[in-house]
């Protein structure tokens, strides 16, 4: 059964940094890449970078490029986010992705069930 | 940067009616790169349709996609008391997007 589980999630002052993980099982996660996508309350769904299966191409929504990097250890089954410059308005459910199919870009199959992050002024 | 537009933001409907929802694309999308999830409260989001029309694993058939271009449908057929959600486009052909969603909401 292929899972997805986010971690590092918390309440944290705005400007301070934090690093989301994704664990991963039940696949070759080095297969396949792998996406951020949050909800902030009240909102929609809000995608915010993606990762390929090498960790050769990470694309980035325009909002966030140059404070969130993306990461990827294969060897760990294990992708990253890290958020830098924390802002009230990041606050939000952090949702790890697993594209269907071999390409960095295309529809998302697999969700973790979301982490937290709150951001305090 | 492509910008799919959802409506309505909002759709009250009873149990057993269809639910019409459309996402229009700000310019052409193949209909490969076109997906739709259900998401509910508490829950994670799941992948209805993918390539447009193509539905995922599990996916009972009153769920439809259709469309082309820049306009694209999910349809709902016999709405069911689980149904009852929140619904979103994404579009992977250039970068990825979601749509503002629509909530499918009991009459």
């Known amino acids: 059964q292929m899972q997805l589980v986010e971690s590092g999630g918390g309440v944290v002052q705005s400007g301070r940094s934090l690093r989301l993980s994704c664990v991963a099982s039940g696949f070759t996660f080095s297969d396949y890449a792998i996406h951020w996508v949050r909800q902030s309350p009240g909102k929609g769904l809000e995608w915010l970078a993606g990762i390929s299966y090498d960790a050769f191409t990470k694309q980035y929504a325009d909002p966030v490029r140059g404070r969130f990097t993306i990461s990827r250890d294969n060897s760990k089954n294990t992708m990253s986010l890290q958020i830098n410059s924390l802002r009230v308005e990041d606050t939000a459910v952090y949702y790890c992705a697993k594209v269907l199919g071999g390409s960095v870009l295309g529809a998302f199959h697999v969700w973790g069930q979301g982490t937290l992050v709150s951001v305090s002024s | 940067e492509i910008v799919l537009t959802q409506s309505p933001d909002i759709l009250s409907l009873s149990p057993g009616e269809t639910a019409t929802l459309s996402c229009r694309a700000s310019q052409g999308v193949s209909r490969t790169f076109i997906a739709w999830y259900q998401h509910k409260p508490g829950q994670t989001p799941r992948l209805l349709i993918y390539?447009?029309?193509t539905r995922a694993a599990g996916i009972p058939d009153r769920f439809r996609g259709s469309g082309s271009g820049t306009d694209f449908t999910l349809t709902i057929s016999g709405l069911e008391p689980e149904d009852f959600a929140v619904y979103y486009c994404?579009?992977?052909?250039?970068?990825?997007?979601f749509g503002g969603g629509t909530k499918v909401e009991i009459k």
């Open positions: 994404q579009q992977h052909g250039v970068s990825l997007a």
């Open positions: 390539g447009s029309s």
